[in-house]
């Protein structure tokens, strides 16, 4: 698990997200839509993700599960070779 | 017949559709100008581009109009390849295409007599903004006196990224498997690897902090997203020649599907008085009256298979139509009279349809042969609004007679008349072949339980014949709870017969109309799952003039590539079995005749 990733995908929900609850209180596996992350929002989300780590996800990784929690998004990250995304 | 004095004057300002740039590619236009033939100076506007585009038609023909109102001639226009330009939406390399359209904008006001001193400003929003600041920045001297960056992307990758995302994170998700090699796919609309590349080109942030912008900038963006960096940092570099502002409203003008979209009032003041101010120590000079005229415009790429198009007003209201023609149409009509096809707006959008497809399939069409006109209904689009109602008021009770007076005035020379529609277009046709003769129906998607016109709504009628309208328990429950009242609403009508959508199309056809629907899933089964219709069902098929197709490669808005490129292909085989040429088709080889 690296909590450098994690910590740089809570920051960047904390900013870009718009969620309805504090990031802090979710687990990592919490669903980020229910906390009230909008389509759109996940849209900023995705391309502050591409931006930090100087990624683009592929079409097939553009749907809304890739960023439903921070595990998934980590995930992502990790399937992308972002280097700290992997466990 | 369809009357062609289409300049509309209201409130002192006169607002004229327009042609300008390359003579073998024109650019599509209206010019907004005070009625009494003078102007302190012009604006450019240009329009978001793909689905945003689509959203802020009525805003940037609200602000065209108001900057009319304050001595301006204002120009807002369509891009080469987009909205009812000349071109294809998806040919290679757009963006240096989309660069010169405004420059060609530019042009044409300074051609109309618009004073080269201080010289013309420029409104762009979204991707607009982006290409507008690049323009502005390309030359030694700024291209515009003011300029307006109104929630600019700040780079065309940006752009291009965010319509990625919302394409493959909304109703086309389980399509994406499917998904045509070799283009970038957004929300209705696809772009080729050239102009992907080109767009990572545009970069408001990049540009050279040397060369100003403008003599004076207006930079709005929104407050519920973080600006970014890259874009603010270039912004500094204006100095005093910079004014920042909040562009409120934009979520509900952009992030809602675009019959929903709302125009910011706030920001639309905020930018008229600046860009006035620009002008406001200038004394108005006079201006020509643009031209109205039609064009000779390729329905393929690089302008092949050509068609005569021009704009034309239809009955008491004055609805817009575009009309699309053959070029031979005087040889033809020898023959009898050439069919006409309608291509009706959907909801409150206006008349370029899903990924403008409505523009290109009536240019092709009529490069096969027939007249065609694509619609704007009362109060949507370019379309007047009754006195005393709302604008952009989807399934509006006067479309009935507006839809029945465009089919009227088509078949006053004894035409036959088809007429495709996607979700409330299927209905508004549908509707009208309940009242007058219509040929044939093509229904792409219809719904005809119409929740938001039931009983209660501003837009309830009674003289409906085409609608299921919900009773009202159930329309009151729907405005909370729309899958429960749908659920309910469905039950109900397996026992009250007399609601089922089925026999509205049974109704059609037995008044002489051929109709064909292809639907997805969700759509499709309206009409199929009451058990006691099924027989019904059944025999409509044997008829041979009802067709039913239930496809789940198209999606509900036909915003994905396969199912725009599927309604082609279904619609117009439709057309040629119902609505057949009595003339052999002019090839539609895209290299058979230049424009």
Known sequence: MSSTVTDSIRALLAEHARLGVDVASLSDTDDLYTAGMTSHASVTVMLACEDEWDVEFPQQMLKKSTFASIANIRAALAELEVEGASA | ?595
């Open chain 2, 1 to 595: 017949m369809l009357t062609a004095d289409v300049s509309r004057v209201e409130s002192g300002v006169t607002s004229t559709q327009v042609w300008f740039g390359p003579e073998d590619r024109p650019l599509w236009g209206w010019v907004s100008r005070p009625s009494d033939g003078t102007a302190r100076g012009g604006v450019v506007l240009c329009p978001p581009v793909g689905e945003e585009g689509r959203a802020a038609h009525r805003t940037f023909r609200r602000l065209a109009e108001a900057l009319a109102g304050r001595g301006l001639v204002a120009l807002r226009f369509d891009y080469d390849g987009t909205g009812d330009s000349a071109g294809l939406q998806d040919e290679p390399d757009r963006v240096e295409a989309w660069l010169a359209s405004i420059e060609a904008a530019r042009q044409h006001l300074l051609d109309l007599g618009v004073p080269a001193e201080p010289g013309v400003a420029a409104v762009g929003m979204r991707l607009g903004a982006t290409l507008a600041g690049v323009h502005a920045a390309a030359g030694e001297e700024p291209a515009f006196s003011s300029l307006v960056l109104w929630d600019p992307c700040v780079s065309g990758r940006t752009f291009l990224r965010e319509g990625e995302a919302l394409f493959g994170f909304g109703e086309n998700a389980d399509s994406a498997e499917g998904l045509e090699e070799g283009w970038r796919h957004t929300p209705g609309f696809q772009y080729d690897t050239a102009t992907a590349s080109g767009l990572r080109r545009v970069d408001l942030g990049k540009l050279p902090a040397t060369r100003p912008l403008a003599e004076r900038t207006l930079l709005l963006t929104r407050v519920d997203r973080p600006v970014a960096p890259a874009l603010s940092t270039r912004m500094q570099a204006e100095g005093e020649r910079l004014e920042t502002g909040a562009a409120d409203g934009q979520g509900q003008l952009l992030d809602v599907p675009p019959e929903l979209s709302v125009v910011p009032e706030a920001p639309l003041r905020r930018v008229v008085e600046f860009v006035a101010d620009g002008f406001a120590d200038q004394a108005p000079v006079p201006v020509k009256a643009p031209e109205e005229r039609a064009v000779v415009i390729g329905s393929e790429a690089d302008g092949g298979s050509p068609v005569r198009e021009r704009v034309a007003r239809s009955g008491p209201a004055r609805i817009v139509g575009i009309v699309d023609e053959p070029l031979d149409l005087a040889e033809r009509s020898a023959h009898g009279p050439v069919p006409w096809v309608v291509l009706v707006n959907v909801a409150a959008e206006h008349h370029i349809g899903p990924g403008r497809r409505w523009v290109e399939w009536a240019r092709r069409w009529a490069a096969q042969g027939y007249r065609v006109v694509r619609i704007d209904q009362s109060g949507v689009g370019d379309s007047p609004t009754p006195p005393g109602q709302a604008d952009d008021r989807a399934f509006a009770p006067e479309w009935i007679d507006d839809m029945r007076h465009l089919v009227t005035e088509l078949r006053a020379d004894g035409a036959r008349v088809g007429i495709v529609g996607l979700c409330s277009g299927s209905y508004s046709a549908l509707e009208v072949a309940m009242w007058e003769h219509v040929d044939a129906v093509f229904a792409i998607n219809p719904r005809l339980t119409l929740y938001p016109a039931a009983k209660g709504t501003a837009v309830y009628t009674d003289r409906r014949r085409a609608a299921a309208l919900p009773v009202a328990p159930i329309a009151r429950l729907a405005r909370h709870r729309r899958i429960l009242a749908g659920g309910i609403w469905r039950i109900y009508r397996e026992f009250a017969l007399w609601h089922a959508p089925l026999l509205i199309l049974w109704r059609v056809l037995r008044r002489g109309t051929a109709v064909e629907v292809i639907a997805c899933h969700d759509d499709a089964q309206h009409f199929t799952e009451v058990y006691a219709l099924r027989p019904l069902f059944w025999w409509m098929r044997r008829t041979g003039r009802f067709g039913f197709t239930d496809d789940d490669a198209i999606d509900h808005s036909l915003l994905s590539r396969r199912a725009q490129l599927l309604g082609y292909e279904r619609a117009t085989a439709f057309l040629s079995r119902q609505l057949p040429l009595t003339s052999p088709p002019r090839s539609s080889n895209p290299t058979a005749r230049k424009a």
